[in-house]
Nanobody
Framework: QVQLVESGGGLVQSGGSLRLSCVASGMIFSENAMAWFRQAPGKERELVATIHSRGSTYYADSVKGRATISRDNAKNTVYLQMNSLKPEDTAVYYC?????????WGQGTQVTVSS
């Protein structure tokens, strides 16, 4: 059973930073691409960043230059470092993996950025 458990969310002032973590289990972590999505109130869930098994990354334009996705295969963990946070970054952030063609989501972690 694949499980993704996020942590690291919280309340931060505009301009601040947070590092989100997602610990994966039940999968061969090193062989899978990982991603972070977010969903703001009243909006659709959107892709924030991805990291492939070999380390290549992709960022949404909205976070490019402010976010860094990374992974530690020894810890089965993917990270999302967010800097220069803005109120529009307020959302629930979800960890995502597709394992053997099945999508898996974490429970989400709330990030709230105050102005």
């Amino acid at each position: 059973q694949v499980q993704l458990v996020e942590s690291g969310g919280g309340l931060v002032q505009s301009g601040g930073s947070l590092r989100l973590s997602c610990v994966a289990s039940g999968m061969i972590f090193s062989e899978n691409a990982m991603a972070w999505f977010r969903q703001a109130p009243g909006k659709e869930r959107e892709l924030v960043a991805t990291i492939h098994s070999r380390g290549s990354t992709y960022y949404a334009d909205s976070v490019k230059g402010r976010a860094t996705i990374s992974r530690d295969n020894a810890k089965n963990t993917v990270y999302l470092q967010m800097n220069s946070l803005k109120p529009e970054d307020t959302a629930v952030y979800y960890c995502y993996a597709k394992v053997v063609m099945y999508p898996y989501w974490g429970q989400g972690t709330q990030v709230t950025v105050s102005s």
